[in-house]
């Protein structure tokens, strides 16, 4: 079983900055790609940020310069930091991770999402 939990969602003024993070547990025996994908009311879901876990990194063109995705690969943690943030930032955020499981089964997880509301 593995599960990812992200924290670090809330209410920013127009400007601010939060911190996502997402913490992966379970039989994992190694992790790929993990990233961050947002999806707002009545939109598709839309990738942010990705990390391999070379450390090649991938933005949208939406958020590049203003966000950044680190990991720390010891504790399976993905992170990204969100500066100036915008009110068209305001979604729910989510965390993806390719995961190897020690079964030798490797798939996409999805965390449940944290929210972020970014008042004008």
């Known amino acids: 079983q593995v599960q990812l939990v992200e924290s670090g969602g809330g209410l920013v003024q127009a400007g601010g900055s939060l911190r996502l993070s997402c913490a992966a547990s379970?039989?994992?025996?190694?992790?790929?790609?993990m990233g961050w994908y947002r999806q707002a009311p009545g939109n598709q879901r839309e990738l942010v940020a990705v990390?391999?876990?070379?450390?090649?990194?991938n933005y949208a063109d939406s958020v590049k310069g203003r966000f950044t995705i680190s990991r720390d690969n010891a504790k399976n943690t993905v992170y990204l930091q969100m500066n100036s943030l915008k009110p068209e930032d305001t979604s729910q955020y989510y965390c993806?991770?390719?995961?190897?499981?020690?079964?030798?089964?490797?798939?996409?997880?999805w965390g449940k999402g944290t929210l972020v509301t970014v008042s004008s």
């Open positions: 379970g039989t994992i025996l190694s992790i790929n790609q």
């Open positions: 993806n991770a390719f995961i190897l499981t020690r079964d030798f089964r490797g798939m996409d997880y």
């Open positions: 990390s391999t876990r070379g450390g090649m990194t």
